[in-house]
């Protein structure tokens, strides 16, 4: 799929239309996921290097199900140290995934917070060796900055803990990080359904990035669909820009000039 020049992004030499990136674990079979990613319209599609068995090969493979023409983006999912995260990186694009990476440091096994010492450390080296490295952190603005500071290409600010399905939990920190940051700001992690999707999107997120919301919806199919459609919807609310919150009523027709009123 070629990107539009209407309203497009990038990251490094990337250009994409589509502001809703997904990712490949939790579902029950790999047609169901591959159905999921071509209606989800996105063009970039995680993968966890850690967890590819490349002992398989053929449709046994999760990489022959990935629909052609996306840009994959192998991440550090289970790596607790920037050690693991740096050769599980190096490791990715040695296997031809490409220059883009997706940084996860994980520091609780419980909540699957950052580390985000171990991610910022991971992050400089990556970025040094010639990665374009998104970083799965917090929604920490001090964080952000530092991570653009050591040379990422965008920062990805949880909406809630991974897979928790809460929803956008502090818009206030996200809206904070993006006027912080000059690089993309792509919300990742926690989105439950496409309403959480539209809100990140007018928060003025660059793209969203989720997976168990989709992979674990009733109908995986129909709820890539429906993060489609709300990402779209959150897209043109933000350029579109809301109208002022009031506290009183403010009638919709002028109160001025009515038949019959005086004059």
């Keep these: 799929m070629e990107p539009s020049t209407v309203d497009s992004w990038s990251l490094g030499s990337h250009v994409f239309s589509s502001r809703l990136l997904v990712g490949t674990g939790k579902y029950k079979d790999f047609p169901t996921m591959k159905r999921a990613l071509e209606v989800s319209g996105a063009e970039v599609v995680t993968v966890a290097v850690r967890r590819l068995d490349l002992s398989k090969q053929g449709e046994e493979s999760l990489l022959a199900w990935i629909p052609k023409g996306m840009t994959l983006l192998p991440n550090t999912a289970a790596c607790f140290t920037a050690d693991e995260a740096v050769r599980t990186a190096r490791l990715g694009r040695e296997l031809g995934m490409g220059d883009l990476v997706k940084v996860e440091v994980i520091g609780d096994r419980r909540t699957l917070f950052p580390d985000v010492v171990g991610l910022v450390e991971a992050s400089r080296i990556l970025a040094k060796e010639g990665f374009i490295v998104l970083p799965y952190t917090n929604d920490d603005p001090v964080t952000a900055r530092r991570l653009e500071d050591v040379g990422c290409a ?14 956008i939990r502090n818009p206030y920190n996200l809206k904070i990080v993006m006027e912080t940051v000059k690089v993309p700001v792509l919300v990742d992690a926690g989105v439950g359904t496409a309403s959480d999707a539209a809100v990140a999107m007018e928060l003025g997120a660059v793209a969203v990035l989720m997976n168990t919301a989709i992979a674990e919806a009733g109908d995986p199919v129909l709820m890539a669909e429906a993060m489609r459609d709300g990402v779209r919807a959150g897209r043109k609310a933000f350029l579109a820009g809301r109208m002022p919150m009031r506290l009183h009523a403010a009638a919709s027709s002028p109160m001025t000039g009515l038949v019959g009123s005086p004059r």
């Design 154 to 167: 965008a920062v990805m600010p949880l909406g809630a803990p991974i897979g928790s399905g809460l929803g």
